[in-house]
């Protein structure tokens, strides 16, 4: 293993919320601030969290956390460019200024609700990293491409195809790869444990194909339908370093049992 790599035991887990389209300024206000007080000081060495708040409350969630950097915000969204005629778009520099250090790339709703494609998700991979973002990249295949059999297939288009431009410096200090079956998400249907250690396996065993023994300090985290009563037993399994979170982010009770769990 090279100089200075993470092995799994150094490794904190990423807890992250995406809270998509809700909550105003206040309310994200109100909300990391629970959050951040039922959990400062009680939060285990080897944790980090990051919440991913509307554009406009970026800022609300930031004051929350300022000065303390396990806890993080970030964009749930970036357009690849520095600036320009780009009419209701946002660059990595803004999300930087906006005190985001963190950017979600290809989320599935993304992918399949605004129609972005893996073209599109390894633009803004790149562009977030070269900015000094570092980037959730999230795949997950469909119930369909799962019942296929394309499951291979898929994780390995999706990944290769985001990190095509990212090498290996890059991919280990900026990218986290977060597994989100889209049949899992939002739907109460939580992936089980065979299939969660199956696929992250599988995604880990690309991540090394393509970095090689970096590939192992590379975050995977497990996304879709995590609640408080199954966060603890998923990230207790192989290749699990977090999860992203997006319903039971919602409120603060319930994600801090989460970050706690
Ligand atoms: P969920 O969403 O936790 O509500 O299933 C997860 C996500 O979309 O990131």
Same mark, same amino acid.
């Given at each position: 293993m090279p100089i200075g790599a993470i092995t799994g035991d150094e490794m904190k887990k990423l807890i992250a919320a995406n809270w998509k389209m809700y909550k105003t300024f206040n309310e994200a206000r109100t909300t990391s601030r629970k959050l951040f007080d039922a959990t400062e000081s009680v939060l285990p060495e080897g944790r980090e969290v990051v919440v991913f708040p509307p554009f406009t409350a970026l800022q609300a969630v930031d004051m929350s956390f300022v000065g303390h950097d396990a806890y993080q915000v970030g964009a749930q969204d970036v357009y690849p460019a520095v600036e320009g005629a780009f009419t #209701?778009?946002?660059?990595?520099? *803004?999300?930087?200024?906006?005190?985001?250090?963190?950017?979600?790339?290809?989320?599935?709703?993304?992918?399949?609700?605004? #129609?972005?494609?893996?073209?599109?998700?390894?633009?803004?991979?790149?562009?977030?990293?070269?900015? #000094?973002?570092?980037?959730?990249?999230?795949?997950?295949?469909?119930?369909?491409?799962?019942?296929?059999?394309?499951?291979?297939?898929? *994780?390995?288009?999706?990944?290769?195809?985001?990190l095509e431009n990212i090498n290996q410096n890059m991919a280990s200090e900026y990218v986290a790869v977060a597994y989100e079956p889209i049949w899992a998400i939002g739907t109460g249907k939580v992936a089980g444990p065979e299939e969660i250690l199956e696929t992250h396996a599988l995604i880990r065993s690309l991540l090394v194909e393509r970095y090689g023994e970096l590939g192992h300090s590379i975050r995977i985290l497990y996304g879709g339908s995590v609640k408080p009563d199954n966060a603890g037993s998923i990230m207790g399994l192989d290749n699990v370093d977090g999860v992203l979170v997006g319903g039971a982010s919602l409120q603060a009770a319930s994600f801090s049992s989460i970050i706690l769990a």
């Open positions: #209701g778009e946002i660059s990595p520099h *803004m999300l930087l200024d906006a005190g985001c250090r963190w950017v979600l790339v290809g989320h599935s709703e993304r992918r399949h609700v605004l #129609g972005e494609d893996d073209a599109l998700v390894a633009q803004k991979t790149l562009f977030s990293i070269e900015a #000094g973002l570092h980037v959730i990249l999230c795949i997950g295949e469909s119930l369909e491409e799962r019942e296929d059999g394309q499951l291979a297939e898929v *994780m390995k288009r999706q990944l290769l195809s985001a």
